[in-house]
């Protein structure tokens, strides 16, 4: 999961993981605000899936990165 408030930032980091040779199309979810990834991370826990690595902008208005990692466990 990639979550961020700047397509931009999105979009380049979707560009660096795609050359590392990791097809986000399939792999990737993204998420443009923390309040979005909480409820996305838990839909997905519902339905028995679990995310093996989440990267989040600290610094986002509302809830900030360091708030949604402290919330994911």
Do not use: H, W
Not at 4 to 12: L, N, P, T
Not at 14 to 29: F, P, T, V
Not at 42 to 66: C, H, L, Q, R, W
């Amino acid at each position: 999961m990639l979550i961020d408030d700047e397509e931009f930032c999105i979009s380049a980091m979707i560009a660096i993981l795609n050359r590392l040779g990791i097809n986000c199309e399939d792999q990737l979810d993204t998420c443009m605000s923390g309040e979005e990834a909480i409820k996305q991370v838990e839909t997905a826990y519902n339905n028995k899936m679990v995310y093996k690595i989440i990267f989040t902008d600290f610094s986002m208005p509302g809830m900030d990165g360091i708030e949604v990692s402290s919330r994911i466990k």
